[in-house]
Structures are given as C-alpha cells and as structure tokens.
C-alpha cells in the first residue's frame, strides 16, 4: 500500500483508482493507451471529488485554498479541476 502524506491525497488517489474501476472495468491495457487510461481516470477523479454544478457554483466566490479545504482536495487538484471549468479563473 502506498503512503500518503494527508488523507486528501489519499483521496484522491482513492477516486482515481475508483475512475480506472469504473471506465475501464477488466479491460487489460496495451502500453499505446496507458496514458489515455490515466488522463481518464484523473478526469473521473476530479468530477467526482469535485462535482459539476457545486464546484463550478463556488469556483465563483471561494478561493483556491477555500476550496482545497471545502472539497477536501489538495490544491494542485483543485487548480486541476478548475480548468476543466469553463470560466477557468487561476494561473
Ligand atoms: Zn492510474
């Protein structure tokens, strides 16, 4: 098992593999689409940890950091999933 340094890490982590479960199932991959198959479960992960309309709701009045806390994400996560935004509003 892999150590993490705060339980939102380990959050994460946990939703990722939840993402790879969920869209892959028992699909063996080939090495061509390993990387496909980690974007997707990167996606997966911060839609679930960070759920469309709510996040996107408070992306509009919480900072990056309230929302690290809110979310219980880190904020390199949470600076992630707010590009997936459509008003992408941090550098
Ligand atoms: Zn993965």
Redesign the pocket.
């Known amino acids: 098992m892999p150590k993490f340094k705060t339980a939102s890490d380990c959050r994460y982590a946990l939703a990722?593999?939840l993402g790879?479960i969920i869209i892959h199932g028992r699909d063996k991959t080939c090495v061509e689409t390993i990387g496909k198959?980690?974007a997707a479960?990167?996606a997966f992960a911060l839609y679930f940890t960070m759920p469309p309309y709510l996040f996107e709701k408070d992306i509009k009045c919480l900072n990056e950091w309230d929302l690290a806390e809110k979310y219980g994400m880190p904020v390199e996560q949470v600076l992630n999933r707010a590009k997936l935004c459509d008003h992408y509003q941090y550098q």
């Open positions: 990722h593999e790879h198959h980690e479960a990167d």
